[in-house]
Nanobody
């Protein structure tokens, strides 16, 4: 199971830190990723991290602003979001899959979303 948290309301330019807790051995068995979905839009890739934590991938829209990491001791996958923009407003989801790919349909397990709202 995956449990996402940390969303909230922040002004443009601010920061938020999301966390995804992966129960059991999910974190060590699967690639873990973050996706987001804004109202009226399709779910889109944000970032993902490989099994060892060495391989990471980011959407172009968040490169240089967001950082994904992995804490195996706590079974968490934090997403540090800096320099937030109004266009980052969305429900953010964490997901687990077998391959580090930016496609939602390649992820098998999903947590509930956490709302991020960035005001201008």
């Amino acid at each position: 199971q995956l449990q996402a948290s940390g969303g909230g309301l922040v002004q443009a330019g601010g920061s938020l830190r999301l966390s995804c807790v992966a129960s059991g051995r999910t974190g060590s068995r699967y690639v873990l990723g973050w996706f987001r979905q804004a109202p009226g839009k399709e779910r889109e890739f944000v970032a993902a991290i490989g099994l060892s934590g060495g391989n990471k991938a980011y959407a172009d829209s968040v490169k240089g602003r967001f950082t994904i990491s992995k804490d195996d001791a706590k079974n968490t996958v934090p997403l540090q979001m800096n320099s937030l923009k109004p266009e980052d407003t969305a429900v953010y989801y964490c997901a687990a899959g077998s391959l580090l790919l930016p496609f939602p349909d390649r992820y098998d397990y999903w947590g509930q979303g956490t709302q991020v709202t960035v005001s201008s």
